[in-house]
């Protein structure tokens, strides 16, 4: 029978926010003796990593706290909590009643006169660029690691062929697997 990774085990309970009577009965669960179990417990009151990993648990565990509060704040408020909108505000504004707040809001407005807006679409993009060699991760859909396997799903291609893609000419399927 193959022995518990003490460590591994111990990590866990003090990442959990575990006091030492939890991590002794991890411990003993997992099938360590109760004698090694208390060692192992007491050992931890000298090791610097078992100490950050304490102070990282208590963090995260006022955090969590922090968070709830302020959820049950927002759904105890008349209305229950609404994300506000402002448009076209100013810079000031924004900053005091929301940035400095650490509110959310949605802003509007701004941008109404960037000509992007109205220029930028995947016609414009096809004219001046279509012809230009990108780089694209493709086959992404099919590899619940392909952040790990990046570079497997990486090809060149036509910024064109990439706009066709997103247009749907040739149906996302069939394009990735011609890819590939």
Known sequence: MPHPDKRLILADGLAAGDDDAALHARLIAA??????????????????????????????????????NQARLARESEGGFVLDTADRIATRD???????????????????????????????????????????????????????????????LRFGELIDWLRGARGKQRYLSHRL
Do not use: C, I
């Open 94 to 156: 924004f900053y005091r009643g929301y940035y400095d707040a650490n509110r959310p809001v949605k802003l509007t407005g701004l941008v109404d006169h960037w000509p992007a807006l109205s220029r930028w679409s995947l016609d414009h993009f096809a004219a001046v660029a279509g012809g230009a060699a990108v780089e694209a991760q493709v086959g992404r859909d099919g590899d619940p690691d392909y952040e790990l396997a990046k570079d497997a799903h990486r090809r060149m």
């Open 31 to 68: 099938g360590v003796s109760a004698a090694s179990a208390k060692y192992e417990v007491e050992r931890l009151a000298k090791d610097p990593m078992a100490l950050a990993l304490r102070r990282q648990a208590s963090r995260s565990a006022k955090q969590q706290w922090l968070f709830a």
